[in-house]
């Protein structure tokens, strides 16, 4: 529960994407490697080098997929600060709490941990469903609450850009040339069709207060339906889920 807590928490911390099963898998191989190394390393040094060298290294690349040595160090070094916190709560439960009495809130404050860790996971991802966008497109500037999905797979296949999908009442309001506007094939549950999309100009992401540039990306104009009654006018790709 611990390890599973201490990666939620990153997560939380990361405001990055996140795969609970992976996360779940890398902290059961984390749990199993750590009992393990206990039971047949009977050197105290020999474990912690085999755990802090091994077993959360590994664990990091498992549930993050982070390969780069400097974002792998960079999430090792607030894991570390994320143990320390758990450890120092640990250590005071058990230097000043009567035997009877930790013996039975030990496991209660893990087990607490890990539920308040999970709880401001699940209110984390709802407060990140929707973000407030900009667009610049043939020179109208367009602000708009956009939904951040991580079901939109859809990227240009001449450019590899991710697509971001908005109503197409957008392509006749922003009166976009014909020239500028192209075709690509997509797919749903519903089959296979045509979309038509459009370079944005520039694309503006609302982060910490501020409008901050971002990549640059393909605005795909779907059906009006899919808008309607909605409080949000475009749908994310997944690349700026959690970004």
């Known amino acids: 529960m611990l390890d599973l807590a201490s990666l939620l928490a990153l997560a939380i911390w990361q405001e990055k994407s996140m795969s609970v099963p992976r996360l779940v898998l890398a902290s059961l191989l984390a749990t199993g490697l750590g009992c393990l190394a206990y039971l047949f390393l009977h050197s105290f040094w020999g474990y912690v080098i085999f755990v802090v060298f091994l077993v959360n290294p590994l664990m990091l690349l498992l549930a993050f997929e982070r390969t780069a040595p ?77 939904l951040a999905d991580t079901g939109n797979l859809l990227r240009d296949p001449i450019s590899g850009r991710p697509v971001c999908v908005v109503s197409e009442d957008y392509k ?14 997509y797919e749903t549950v519903a089959g296979q069709d045509f979309m038509e999309i459009v370079a944005a100009d520039k694309f503006l992401m609302k982060e910490a207060g501020k409008m901050v540039s971002q990549k640059e990306i ?22 700026f889920c959690w970004e």
């Open 172 to 185: 006749e309001k922003w009166k976009i040339p014909a020239e500028r506007m192209r075709l690509i094939a």
């Open 70 to 146: 400097k974002a792998l160090a960079v999430l090792y070094f607030r894991l570390l600060i994320v143990y320390a916190g758990l450890g120092g709560l640990v250590s005071l439960l058990d230097l000043y709490l009567p035997a009877e009495i930790r013996d039975f809130l030990l496991p209660l404050a893990c087990a607490l941990f890990f539920l308040l860790t999970v709880i401001a996971s699940i209110l984390q991802a709802r407060k990140r469903e929707q973000r407030e966008v900009a667009i610049l497109v043939c020179g109208h500037v367009e602000k708009m609450q956009a």
């Open 218 to 239: 393909l605005l795909g104009f779907g059906k009006a339906s899919l808008f309607q009654g909605k409080n949000y006018q475009m749908i994310l790709h997944k690349d």
